[in-house]
Each structure stands twice: as structure tokens, then as C-alpha cells.
């Protein structure tokens, strides 16, 4: 039984399209998250949000914007999509007020041509 | 603020032998946490160990161990008996103050294991 669910896990597309990764988590936890690993396996934060709160990362541009239809739901929405948008996007949770250990989905290797 | 570095790119170790992966990290926090991940090419980020900054003992899991040394932000992860199954790349992590519990990850490692 998955934890942390990513779909799809990948994703082929064109510059200038809109697209979606759709995450959910089982666990039960209360924020979840987003990261952008690119082709250098750097890993950077974007977003985190609990029911209460939405904190950016400063340098995510303004056409990723996440969506939350439920606690156990963080959807991740790409608008316009840029070649220097490729990369694996993971999705994470975490229960506040635990040990802040995260839990992450598989990935989704998005490629924009 | 909160910064990690791993300075070690790449680590090779022959099988059944041990190897440490070096971490470094700046915080301005005296009670936090640090976790080291790995990613093998599945590419699934697996939780390996965490340490407490408060606890002065050192975690240890099975064959994972880490050497914590807060005064010098140094958090180094040991491998003891190596499997093939412990390539990957391996990356320290801290929580980002005041941001959601968001985590900063140092560059990785990462580790080969010859047979």
C-alpha cells in the first residue's frame, strides 16, 4: 500500500503547454510538499502547505502554483511550460510537531521539448 | 541561513567494507533535526537515519551509523559492511527555519560499490 503516490510518473510535453503531476499521501499527515530535482540531482524545495498555510520558495516562478483539494491531496499545477522546467518532480509529507522526517512519492520525470 | 554541503561527489567501497560520506551544515538553530536520504536509481528517496541536535548519542540503524559533531556542524554518515545494495546517491538534509519544515539538501553523494 503506497504512502506517497505521484501520477504520472512520467511526462513528455511541449513548451508553452499547461500540465499537471497529481500527488496523494495515505499516511495521514498534515503538510505536504513539492521538489524539483534537476538533471544534476540537485534537490530544491517549492512548496510546502498544511491546511493552514502555504509557504513558497522565493525563486519558484509564479506559473507553478500548487493545489490542495484536501488534506491528503497536493496537486502541482505548471503553466507555460519552459525547456528549464524538465526535471523530476518529487512530492513529500510530513506530520507537523513530528521529528520533520518526510516521506517522498516516487518522482515524475517531466520533459519538455 | 540553513545551508548543507557535501564535499564528496562521488565514494567508492568494496563490498563488506566500510565507508563514511562526509556532511557539513550551517544553522543558526540549537535544537534541530538532520536526516540522510538515499536515492538509488529507482530514484525513490529513501529516509536512512535522522539525529536529534540535542541528543549527544549517535543514531545508529542496522548497518547505518552517523558521527554527529554539532559544534562543528558535522554530520557524517557511516557504512558499515557494504552491499551492492547500498549504491546510490546519498544526500544529507536539514529543515529550513521557520519555513514549513521545508528541507535543505547538500549536493549528494554519490556511492559505488565494487563486488
Known amino acids: 500500500d503506497t504512502a506517497v503516490s505521484q501520477t504520472p510518473k512520467y511526462l513528455v510535453t511541449q513548451m508553452g503547454n499547461d500540465k499537471s503531476i497529481k500527488c496523494e499521501q495515505n499516511l495521514g499527515h498534515d503538510t505536504m510538499y513539492w521538489y524539483k530535482q534537476d538533471s544534476k540531482k540537485f534537490l530544491k524545495i517549492m512548496f510546502s502547505y498544511n491546511n493552514k498555510e502555504l509557504i513558497i520558495n522565493e525563486t519558484v516562478p509564479n506559473r507553478f502554483s500548487p493545489k490542495s483539494p484536501d488534506k491528503a491531496h497536493l496537486n502541482l499545477h505548471i503553466n507555460s511550460l519552459e525547456l528549464g522546467d524538465s526535471a523530476v518532480y518529487f512530492c513529500?509529507?510530513?506530520?507537523?510537531?513530528?521529528?520533520?522526517?518526510?516521506?517522498f512519492g516516487p518522482g515524475t520525470r517531466l520533459t519538455v521539448t | 541561513a540553513q545551508t548543507v554541503t557535501q564535499s564528496q561527489p562521488e565514494m567508492s567501497v568494496q563490498e563488506a567494507e566500510t565507508v563514511t560520506l562526509s556532511c557539513t551544515y550551517d544553522t543558526s538553530e540549537s535544537d534541530y533535526y538532520l536526516f540522510w536520504y538515499k536515492q538509488p536509481p529507482s530514484r525513490q528517496m529513501i529516509l536512512v537515519i535522522r539525529?536529534?541536535?540535542?541528543?549527544?548519542q549517535n543514531a545508529t540503524e542496522n548497518r547505518f551509523s552517523v558521527n554527529f559533531q554539532k559544534a562543528a556542524k558535522s554530520f557524517s554518515l557511516k557504512i558499515s559492511d557494504s552491499q551492492l545494495g547500498d549504491a546510490a546517491m546519498y544526500f544529507c538534509a536539514l529543515p529550513i527555519n521557520n519555513a514549513g519544515n521545508m528541507l535543505t539538501f547538500g549536493g549528494g553523494t554519490r556511492l559505488m560499490v565494487k563486488p
Open positions: 513529500a509529507s510530513s506530520q507537523a510537531g513530528g521529528t520533520y522526517e518526510q516521506y
Open positions: 539525529q536529534e541536535a540535542y541528543k549527544q
